[in-house]
């Protein structure tokens, strides 16, 4: 990855951050050299940690970045591993986060259902996700999400 979060931030590229495009791909040699999400997401979190208000910096730009996700594999595979990123890091090492903050939560009921439309699409058309043969079927990927904290079944959203 060439680019940082104050990068993205700068040059108001959040959306590309956290999709991993561009200078914001982060090749990870475990994950079959497909992008690191947790990676971007830990630098985001980096990032935010030094703000005034770190959470709702952090909701802010997942708002944004949620708005811009349309009803395609990789659109939903980041949204996917974004989640997944906010639940690891909250659990295993909270930056700014507490045990009472649940992203989800912060979102309108709109925002919720187009995470359930993504989320459902996913496991619609998870076979065209790069690499997926070489994967844990996403319900199973999803349980891990689940056990790190996360208190929603994103799927009926």
């Given at each position: 990855m060439k680019g940082d979060f104050e990068q993205a931030v700068n040059n108001n590229e959040i959306i590309a951050y956290l999709k991993g495009e561009g200078d914001y791909f982060t090749p990870e040699e475990f994950n079959m050299g497909y992008h690191?999400?947790?990676m971007n997401f830990t630098g985001m979190m980096s990032y935010l940690k030094n703000k005034e208000h770190p959470y709702q910096e952090l909701v802010k730009y997942f708002k944004f970045y949620l708005s811009s996700l349309k009803e395609e594999t990789l659109d939903a595979?980041?949204?996917f591993r974004n989640i997944a990123c906010f639940y690891i890091l909250r659990s295993n090492n909270p930056f700014f986060l507490t045990q009472n903050d649940?992203?989800?939560?912060?979102?309108?009921t709109e925002e919720k259902k187009k995470i359930g439309v993504l989320y459902r699409y996913l496991r619609d058309n998870?076979?065209?996700?790069p690499g997926a043969a070489q994967m844990y079927p996403i319900d199973k990927?999803?349980?891990f999400t689940l056990k790190k904290g996360c208190p929603y079944d994103l799927f009926s959203c």
């Open positions: 690191s999400f947790i595979w980041s949204l649940y992203l989800i939560d912060q979102l309108s998870f076979d065209k996700v990927q999803f349980e």
